[in-house]
């Protein structure tokens, strides 16, 4: 694994169902996010975790949850899906330094339909 | 509070041609930036970052761009475009203030960069 790895790579839901997005990162980055990417709204941010064991809420928690057992596996579940959680899903991991900057690393996405 | 704001949704240009996709941010402390790119059904990856020092940062692939702290301005540039650089390009800040637990990442709406042969 080089990077940021997410799985699946598109998924077609029916609303109501339960889905887990999985992301996994090999750099041992402490931080890691979960962004939502729709057309002319750019990335909003769903949850994030700055270490193992903690988490927290974006812009836009509501429906979804995160859980962060280990460094490198960063899951976002969604309980029961509606067709408004149509959407492309980035994974991306940060240094959490001040000399990192805020500078993050990206997954290459799931893009989930849910009908 | 910051944000970013990306003026342009869509800039169309002529292959070999330059081009300037602007970015203007407000922070009430200092930031760092950057600009990330995300080819068509990909994830975004790093151009270039300003962290500090030069305020002329160049990046990969050709790009460079310029801080300039009294217009809180980044726009980015390049004096020739490739068909290959047809993609979208976000503008994004971040602060030394870890606000809410986490150093926050604003990201602007985006710009597609079409580049026509």
């Known amino acids: 694994i080089a990077g940021i790895t997410q799985a699946p790579t598109s998924q077609i839901l029916a609303a109501g169902r339960r889905m887990t997005l999985r992301c996994t990162q090999d750099m041992r980055h402490n931080a890691m996010y979960w962004y939502r990417q729709d057309l002319g709204l750019g990335l909003r941010l769903i949850h994030y975790s700055n270490t193992a064991g903690t988490t927290g809420k974006g812009e836009v928690p509501d429906g979804y949850s995160v859980s962060r057992a280990n460094t490198d596996d960063f899951p976002l579940t969604l309980a029961s899906a509606v067709p408004s959680q149509t959407s492309v899903y980035f994974c991306?991991?940060?240094?959490?330094?001040?000399?990192?900057?805020?500078?993050?690393?990206f997954g290459p996405g799931t893009r989930l339909t849910v009908l | 509070a910051q944000s970013v704001t990306q003026l342009d949704s869509q800039v169309p240009v002529f292959e070999e041609a330059p081009v300037e996709l602007r970015c203007n941010y407000s922070s009430s402390v200092s930031v760092y930036l950057f600009w990330y790119v995300q080819y068509p059904n990909q994830g975004l990856q790093l151009l270039l970052k300003y962290l500090s020092g030069s305020t002329l940062v160049k990046g990969i692939n050709g790009f460079e761009a310029e801080f300039n702290k009294s217009q809180t301005s980044f726009h980015l540039r390049k004096p020739s475009v490739h068909i290959s650089d047809t993609a979208e390009y976000f503008c994004?800040?971040?602060?030394?203030?870890?606000?809410?637990?986490?150093?926050?990442?604003?990201f602007g709406t985006g710009t597609k960069l079409q580049v026509i042969p």
């Open positions: 994004a800040v971040s602060d030394d203030a870890y606000s809410g637990g986490y150093q926050k990442v604003t």
């Open positions: 991306a991991s940060s240094d959490r330094s001040t000399l990192a900057g805020g500078e993050q690393f």
